[in-house]
């Protein structure tokens, strides 16, 4: 995750990459029920920021003035809606749309896949790419500002762009890795 960008643009293909790679992620019952909001114009991640930010009038934070550097965000939004009409429908035998048969809200699961999709695909293109959240207080700011629909829910936000040198081990990554045996269990617990 790089938190600090340098200000020279991300190519519009490499975008458009990142974004065809994201709607092959999977979705249950083939729902889909994700959208892009995608700000690649100054003036557009500026609106993104003013809209998310706790303090508009507050001296901005390391992490903020580094996360502000970035010149792509992309916001993955999900839609309950979608899967809950989608499993309704006759093949899936669902009489109607009862959010209490999902055992997880795959709606939010499946937009964080197509989201590790776009993280990957920035990697594999030399980029820089952090996924964070908007803050629940902003998030009515964020959808005014950019007119987006009810339906859809914003399940965070993804800045993309060059790296600047090397960001080393700061804050929460200094922390390192859990080992593979403290995690995972074979056969049983």
Known sequence: M???YAPEPVDPVVVDRMLANAVHAPSAGFSQGWA???LD???DVGRFWSATSP???A???AWLSGMRTAPVV???LSSKAAY???YAEPDKGWPDRDEERWPVPYWHIDTGMASLLILQTAVDEGLGACFFGIPPDR???FRGEFGVPDRFTPIGAITVGHRTGDPGLRGSAGRGRRPAEEVVHRGSW
Do not use: G
Request: proline share 12%; aromatic share 4%.
């Open 2 to 4: 790089v938190r600090s």
């Open 36 to 38: 892009f909001l995608v």
């Open 41 to 43: 114009q100054p003036e």
């Open 55 to 57: 303090d508009e009038d």
């Open 59 to 61: 001296e901005p934070d």
């Open 74 to 76: 992309i916001v993955p």
């Open 84 to 86: 809950l009409d989608r």
């Open 139 to 141: 998030t009515a700011a």
